[in-house]
């Protein structure tokens, strides 16, 4: 008998959504992926995520946006959530368009910078180029100094 038959039938339907959420069990047939799921899938699975997010109606793509954009909290790739926030024109000023460029500052800081500089200017560029100006320095002080200087709004 396994786990889920013990439970009480809200605890198991949610305990299987929690495992279909992560990939440990197979969804239900003819189903479509959740949010989440596909969050999962960013993270996985860049490629399958791609063709999902292609197959999303209008209205979907911007739910997932508001999700990325919004302090969710799932792991997803930083490159593609900013891909995303700035097809959208979303603030990537908000907490997850922060996080997605502050992780990819790490990873591939000029790939960031790139994002920055399509920015409009405003207040939400200006904290980007200060962030990842500061990210950036931790491994390069010459180069995060340089575009900084160059990207920096002047007075």
Do not use: C, Y
């Not at 809200?10 to 299987?16: G, R, T, W």
């Not at 926030?85 to 907490?95: N, T």
């Not at 990842?132 to 920096?152: F, H, I, Q, Y």
């Amino acid at each position: 008998m396994g786990l889920a038959q013990q439970m009480p039938e809200e605890q198991a339907a949610s305990l299987k959504r929690a495992l279909q959420i992560v990939g440990a069990a197979p969804p239900e047939p003819d189903a479509q992926p959740s949010h989440q799921q596909v969050l999962t899938l960013m993270w996985q699975n860049p490629e399958k995520a791609e063709a999902q997010w292609q197959s999303f109606s209008e209205e979907q793509r911007g739910q997932m946006i508001e999700l990325m954009n919004s302090d969710s909290g799932f792991p997803v790739d930083p490159a593609f959530v900013l891909k995303r926030l700035v097809e959208a024109k979303a603030d990537l000023g908000k907490e997850g368009g922060r996080r997605a460029l502050g992780r990819l500052s790490l990873s591939d800081p000029r790939a960031a910078a790139r994002l920055v500089e399509d920015m409009p200017p405003g207040e939400s560029r200006d904290k980007m180029i200060k962030a990842l100006r500061e990210n950036w320095a931790v491994d390069d002080e010459a180069a995060a100094t340089e575009w900084g200087e160059r990207v920096a709004p002047k007075s």
